[in-house]
């Protein structure tokens, strides 16, 4: 099992930029694919982003990408998101996700991750 504990949410004005951190204890967090998602109120917990193992594959949602970018430092065992031009649509909380079994095709979904943080709330004010 692997545990994860987020950090580096808060209340940004619009346009500001955040940058959330995911710390990982237990089983190896190399071998994990490290997933970003996030829920607003009255919402489904939805995709934001994730990174493999290795750190050379990322994937994110459309409506992030070219403003998000995912990472990682194994080192650490440390996972981060920046997040850039933040939007009010951006607020929510932000849960960080762990899989060592996932694939490719489902790695944007909810259901194949099977460790997950907290959360950290996100406020982005217009």
């Not at 050379?56 to 990472?71: A, Q």
Request: aromatic share 10%; hydrophobic share 35%.
């Amino acid at each position: 099992q692997v545990q994860l504990v987020e950090s580096g949410g808060g209340l940004v004005q619009a346009g500001g930029s955040l940058r959330l951190s995911c710390a990982a204890s237990g089983r190896t967090f190399s071998s994990n694919t490290m997933g970003w998602f996030r829920q607003a109120p009255g919402k489904e917990r939805e995709f934001v982003a994730a990174i493999r193992w290795s750190g050379s594959s990322t994937f994110s949602t459309d409506s992030v990408r070219g403003r998000f970018t995912i990472s990682r430092d194994n080192a650490k065992n440390t996972v981060y998101l920046q997040m850039n031009s933040l939007k009010p649509e951006d607020t929510a909380v932000y849960y960080c996700a762990a899989s060592a079994r996932i694939t490719i095709a489902t790695i944007r979904q909810v259901k194949e991750y099977d460790a997950w943080g907290q959360g950290t709330q996100v406020t982005v004010s217009s």
